[in-house]
T-cell receptor, first 110, second 114 residues
Framework: GQQVMQIPQYQHVQEGEDFTTYCNSS?????IQWYKQRPGGHPVFLIQ?????EVKKQKRLTFQFGEAKKNSSLHITATQTTDVGTYFC??????????FGQGTRLTINP | DTEVTQTPKHLVMGMTNKKSLKCEQH?????MYWYKQKAKKPPELMFV???????INESVPSRFSPECPNSSLLNLHLHALQPEDSALYLC?????????????FGDGTRLSIL
């Protein structure tokens, strides 16, 4: 079945360093979504990418969708302690089902 | 503040108890979801309701019984649960069930089975 693989599983950085998480699908995706879950919290929707090669920015966060629509990345520039959490990518399997990647847990040393 | 409200926030129950989890949203969304999330794992889909009808059941054991009384409410009835059912149960909603749209999650119910 469709799988969404996400790496790395964990990432620890010094505050101010950059961070990137990668997501790969075994099949072509119609779109991909990114969510952030703070420790003890719930997933919060960040963004949805739909077009091949799409790049979107939200302040220090840059999201990319690959040309083949099978991979995606989230890059955070100059991390801050507020960026701590687990970042999930998620792709649709059927019309109503999202398949989540395993997540990348980001911790930051202030 | 979340726009999807779940109650209770915490629940401890024995294996013979019957309890219900509740979820409410007032965003006019017509698709609602139940997820189960174990520690350090991604959310796993359990059920999807679209326009108040059950559209997806991910082969969930019958000890979990969903109910959608109206477009704003979603319940999850629990009976004879097992210790491995201890997890965070998340409710989510999206505008319609058509295509994949961003999902809004509630804070979840942390369930512990004794």
């Amino acid at each position: 079945g469709q799988q969404v693989m996400q790496i790395p599983q964990y990432q620890h950085v010094q505050e101010g360093e950059d961070f990137t998480t990668y997501c790969n699908s075994s099949t072509t995706l119609s779109n991909i979504q990114w969510y952030k879950q703070r420790p003890g919290g719930h997933p919060v929707f960040l963004i949805q990418l739909v077009k091949s090669g799409e790049v979107k920015k939200q302040k220090r966060l840059t999201f990319q969708f690959g040309e083949a629509k099978k991979n995606s990345s989230l890059h955070i520039t100059a991390t801050q302690t507020t960026d701590v959490g687990t970042y999930f990518c998620a792709g649709p399997k059927w019309a109503q089902k999202l398949v989540f990647g395993q997540g990348t847990r980001l911790t930051i040393n202030p | 503040d979340t726009e999807v409200t779940q109650t209770p926030k915490h629940l401890v129950m024995g294996m013979t108890n019957k309890k219900s989890l509740k979820c409410e949203q007032h965003m006019g969304h017509r698709a609602m979801y139940w997820y189960k999330q174990k520690a350090k794992k991604p959310p796993e889909l359990m059920f999807v309701y679209s326009y108040e009808k059950l559209s997806i059941n991910e082969s969930v054991p019958s000890r979990f019984s969903p109910e959608c009384p109206n477009s704003s409410l979603l319940n999850l009835h629990l009976h004879a649960l097992q210790p491995e059912d201890s997890a965070l149960y998340l409710c989510a909603s999206s505008p319609t069930g058509q295509g994949i749209q961003p999902q809004h999650f509630g804070d979840g119910t942390r369930l512990s089975i004794l």
